[in-house]
Nanobody
Framework: QVQLAESGGGLVQPGGSLRLSCSAS????????MGWYRQAPGKQRELVAT???????NYAESAKGRFTISRDRRKKWVDLQMNSLKPEDTAVYYC???????????????WGQGTPVTVSS
C-alpha cells in the first residue's frame, strides 16, 4: 500500500500565503508525476499543479504566477507554495501521485485525504 500524507492547510487572509506539503510512503519503487488538486464546495475536483519526475511542471491558469510546485524525488515529497491567495482558492486540497510498486505490472494513482484551505478575512 501507498500512503500520501498532506499538511499545511488552514485559514489565511486574502493576499496571504500558505505552503502545503505531501509525503509519500509505503510500497514504492518509483513515482512518476505528483501533483495537487482541489475541490471547492459544490464543485468538481480540479487540477492545481503537477510535476513530473523530470521536474516538468504544469499549472492551472488560476494558479499561474501565484503558486509554485516543487518536489524532492529521493524524499518522495511534493510541496505547493501558494501566494497572493484569494477567496476563490478556498477548497480542500488533495495530493496525488502516480506510483510503481515493487512486483506490480503497472502504475497506479493514489490520493491523500485532503487538507482544507480557507481564504477569508
Amino acid at each position: 500500500q501507498v500512503q500520501l500524507a498532506e499538511s499545511g492547510g488552514g485559514l489565511v487572509q486574502p493576499g496571504g500565503s500558505l505552503r502545503l506539503s505531501c509525503s509519500a510512503s509505503g510500497n514504492i519503487f518509483s513515482i512518476n508525476t505528483m501533483g495537487w488538486y482541489r475541490q471547492a464546495p459544490g464543485k468538481q475536483r480540479e487540477l492545481v499543479a503537477t510535476i513530473t519526475s523530470g521536474s516538468t511542471t504544469n499549472y492551472a491558469e488560476s494558479a499561474k504566477g501565484r503558486f509554485t510546485i516543487s518536489r524532492d524525488r529521493r524524499k518522495k515529497w511534493v510541496d505547493l507554495q501558494m501566494n497572493s491567495l484569494k477567496p476563490e482558492d478556498t477548497a480542500v486540497y488533495y495530493c496525488n501521485a502516480n506510483v510503481y510498486a515493487p512486483g506490480s505490472k503497472s502504475w497506479s494513482t493514489y490520493w491523500g485525504q485532503g487538507t482544507p484551505v480557507t481564504v477569508s478575512s
